[in-house]
Nanobody, 130 residues
Framework: QVQLVESGGGLVQTGGSLSLSCTTS????????MGWFRQAPGKEREFVAV???????????LYADSARGRFTISRDNARNTVSLQMNSLKPEETAVYYC????????????????????WGQGTQVTVSS
């Protein structure tokens, strides 16, 4: 049984940083695209960042416009883990953050649609105080 577990959420002040981690068990993530999404109360789940499976010697990454330049996604296939470093956080980024796996993404793909992903974690709360 595949399980994704996020950690690292919490309360931070405006301008602060948090590092989220997602560890997968039950299946290796090496051939999958791994994404981060977030969902604020009363809003739809939205794309934050994605990292592709291995393209020879590098990975492709893609960010939402709101995250580009402040967030960094990375992966450690040996540990079956994907991380999201978030800097300069804003109150409007308060949400539950989810990681997700697209097992059939293909090499180098960076899917951004919620429907593209097969498995999801339970989420971790990030609260940014003003």
């Amino acid at each position: 049984q595949v399980q994704l577990v996020e950690s690292g959420g919490g309360l931070v002040q405006t301008g602060g940083s948090l590092s989220l981690s997602c560890t997968t068990s039950g299946r290796a993530i090496s051939a999958s695209a791994m994404g981060w999404f977030r969902q604020a109360p009363g809003k739809e789940r939205e794309f934050v960042a994605v990292i592709s499976s291995n393209l020879n010697t590098y990975y492709r990454t893609l960010y939402a416009d709101s995250a580009r330049g402040r967030f960094t996604i990375s992966r450690d296939n040996a540990r079956n883990t994907v991380s999201l470093q978030m800097n300069s956080l804003k109150p409007e980024e308060t949400a539950v953050y989810y990681c997700a796996a697209d097992w059939d993404s293909g090499y180098g793909a960076t899917p951004t649609r919620v429907s593209a992903y097969d498995d999801w974690g339970q989420g971790t709360q990030v609260t940014v105080s003003s």
